[in-house]
């Protein structure tokens, strides 16, 4: 599991490495395009969209992995630890249910869009629902992991306020010694 979970975050990077060249290629092309020969491909647009929203949901997923989103962590910081716990407890709560209700809309989307089609390519338009179903699933098992973690009081578990030793204070404590 330790191995597996690195190995998918190495793929969701190259997924959204690949996604970000083909929509760059696509988007200057029909720059190029439209600028010198006054047309275009309108499939390029449509398919540098999917793309993007593709890319989009995939790096929500590991930012919230690598604990990359923006957060307010000064109040946090100033709470005792027991308070800081509860404080992430419930805020872990009120994520899973956001998340739930993004997962509920996503898989709404998705079965709507088995009967849509894009105007160009006539893809369904549920790839492009997908990504949030997606998104949304696994940010709910990333979250209620370290719910679990932090319940179970856990070392590895992320409380936000608790911050890491700066490394002045790991020197001096080395120097200390």
């Not at 988007?27 to 390029?44: E, T």
């Amino acid at each position: 599991m330790k191995q597996l979970v690195p190995r998918l975050e190495h793929i969701v990077e190259w997924l959204m490495a690949l996604a970000l060249a083909i929509m760059v290629a696509l988007v200057f092309g029909n720059v190029v395009l439209r600028y010198l020969f006054d047309s275009g491909i309108a499939a390029a647009e449509e398919l540098a969209r999917l793309m993007f929203v593709w890319l989009i949901f995939l790096g929500a997923i590991l930012a919230l992995r690598r604990h990359a989103h923006l957060g307010v962590e000064m109040m946090q910081a100033r709470l005792p630890p027991g308070a800081r716990r509860v404080c992430a407890v419930v805020s872990h709560l009120l994520m899973l249910y956001g998340l739930w209700l993004f997962l509920y809309g996503s898989w709404t989307q998705t079965v709507i869009g088995m009967s849509t089609y894009s105007t160009v390519l006539r893809y369904p338009t549920a790839f492009m629902a997908s990504a949030g179903l997606l998104c949304a699933a696994s940010m709910i098992l990333i979250v209620a992991l370290n719910l679990w973690r932090i319940v179970s009081r856990h070392p590895d578990a992320m409380i936000p306020g608790n911050t890491a030793p700066s490394l002045d204070a790991i020197i001096q404590q080395g120097a200390a010694e």
